[in-house]
């Protein structure tokens, strides 16, 4: 368990629950809709937004957040999000977004407070990258992209 601190927008609603684990065992602790203006929008079929949540957070350092679409959404919906999953970097000071689009083929509407993501706290391990005269030999070599199933 790590804890994450998390400070809300200036405008935005205080009575909107904070990010949570809806069960014991759950991975992802569900985001919530922050509109300013207490409202919604609809999302065409085919149409991105960026939903506020309303918060800012601080990741401790060697972890990240990931925002990951929702399946209940996803499939009876078609609520997707296009950089799924999403990076919250640990150093990231700024207001959380989430990017929805509606896959679907019906206009979807999201309102105030409605649970339209959920957050994934992972480790972080940073990589050395050191330019090589060449890489080691494998059985696959480059053979990717499907190359398996060529066989
Ligand atoms: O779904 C998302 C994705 C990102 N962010 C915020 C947190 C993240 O730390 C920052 C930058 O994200 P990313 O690195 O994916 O964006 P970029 O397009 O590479 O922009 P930048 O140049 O600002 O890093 O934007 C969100 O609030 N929601």
Avoid: C, W
Wanted: charged share 25%.
């Amino acid at each position: 368990m790590v804890a994450i601190r998390v400070i809300h927008d200036t405008e935005a609603d205080r009575d909107v629950p904070l990010p949570g684990y809806e069960t014991p065992g759950a991975a992802g602790a569900d985001l919530r809709a922050n509109f300013p203006d207490r409202g919604g929008i609809e999302l065409a079929p085919g149409a991105r937004a960026l939903v506020p949540t309303g918060l800012r957070i601080e990741i401790p350092d060697g972890y990240e957040v990931q925002i990951r679409p929702r399946s209940g959404l996803a499939l009876k919906h078609g609520i997707t999000l296009p950089n799924s999953p999403g990076t919250i970097d640990s150093d990231y000071r700024g207001p959380l977004g989430v990017i929805v689009m509606n896959a679907g083929s019906e206009p979807f509407r999201i309102a105030h407070g409605d649970r339209i993501a959920q957050m994934v706290v992972a480790p972080v391990v940073q990589a050395r990258f050191e330019l090589a005269g060449d890489l080691s030999e494998t059985a696959r070599g480059a053979g990717g992209f499907g190359s398996t199933g060529r066989r």
